[in-house]
């Protein structure tokens, strides 16, 4: 039997910084590192296509489900603190214009080695190729039959992109310990909605948009990009509503619309008089070229169809103000029946996980089993596009690795 003071099962974000905080605060415990894949880090190659958006400098509480809980992790590891471990590491990063974090090289691979590095310059031992299967606790834990210690993280991730390693087997293994799960979501995933009106839309981004989800009454509200698709809606500002969509068909057991303000930045009145104006410019041409100005040509087409204002060789100035007006409605409330998500196959996050009522947020140790701690998106907290579940990642993964 391999025998340890703390084992940490997972070896991604949170795990590999829980590790390296409890090697760093006590040089003398023997730490090792259970990971299921061949590899530590797989699923931060992919994170911000490639660049890693490793945190945001705007990131607090507030951003997150499960915020009373995290409040005290981002305190003591904040977006700054984060970066300062990172420069311990010797990775230097760079912040976008929306306060995103990536590291100066532009590569999620410089992220992966200097944790990488400093794991192996810490002695801290990396079994790869291990799933843990099993983990029996008297005084002592046991792993797999295989490693015993005395103190453990559970660090596995959640559900979301199994792909790369979280297929949702820390829950069972959590659950065999004593916790609870609330019910799990794919987050930051597509949304399936009306494909009938956004397949012809196919491929088309939309930059800035503003989306209100609505059942009886409003239950989201997000701005972005989005994406259309063949099955509804992609980008930033959809994948951030898919979780509360979910929630709410599976709670009300009917769907939600959503409604897609496509200049949020016009009010109903300023986006008339543009139209209208429009007549004078463009009178001349086929209705197709009507929103041309603003919006890619297949959505001007689609809010067209919508008003049933379409016709084929229809000219702008056959419209009149009452059908002005009738656009300038949809532009600004375009609506899309949401059926559905993606699965977490497509997901970037799990929303759910260990209730937090279980687990210390001081210190990330259980309520329920000593020694035992959690980090990272198998708890209940996650948040939204931007560096956010990264920050997340780290800062629990830091805290559980005090060992308080
Ligand atoms: C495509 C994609 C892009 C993303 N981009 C961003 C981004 O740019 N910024 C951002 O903030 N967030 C992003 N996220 C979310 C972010 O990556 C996660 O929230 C974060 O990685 C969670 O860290 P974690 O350590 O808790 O879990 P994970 O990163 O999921 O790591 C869990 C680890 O545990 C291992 N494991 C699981 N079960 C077992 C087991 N039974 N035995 C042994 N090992 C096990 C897994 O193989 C894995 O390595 C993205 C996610 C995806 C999928």
Known sequence: MKSYDLIIVGGCASGI????????????????????????G????????????????????????GKEFASYAFEKYSPEKIKEFFASLGLLCYTDSCGRV???????????????????RLKIDVYCETPVT?????????????FICKKLIIAAGGKASPSQGSDGSGYMLAKSLGHSITRLYPALVPLCASPEITKPMKGVRVRNVTLTLKGEKKIAQTSGEILFTDYGLS????????????KYIDDVKCNPFTYIDFMPDMSYNELVDYLLNLNKIKGFTNIDNLLTGFLPKAVGIAICKACKLYKADKLISELNEKDIRKIAEKIKSFPLEVTGAKDFKDAQVTSGGIKTSEIDEK?????????????GEIIDVDGGCGGFNLQWAWASGMLAGELN
Do not use: W
Request: glycine share 4%; hydrophobic share 40%; proline share 2%.
């Open 42 to 65: 797989k699923k931060l190659l992919a994170t911000g296509n490639g660049k890693c958006n490793l945190t945001n400098e705007t990131s607090a509480a507030h951003n997150y489900v």
């Open 17 to 40: 910084v829980a590790a390296i905080n409890a090697k760093r605060r006590n040089s003398d415990i023997k730490i090792a590192i259970i990971e299921k894949l061949p590899r530590i």
């Open 102 to 120: 990536y590291p100066e090289s532009n590569t999620a691979a410089s992220v992966v080695d200097a944790l990488r590095f400093e794991l192996e």
């Open 134 to 146: 099993e983990i029996k606790h008297k005084s002592d834990f046991v792993i797999n039959g295989e």
């Open 235 to 246: 980008g930033i500002a959809a994948m951030e509503l898919a979780a509360s969509a979910q």
């Open 363 to 375: 210190t990330m140790q259980s309520k329920i089993c000593r020694n035992l701690y959690f980090a």
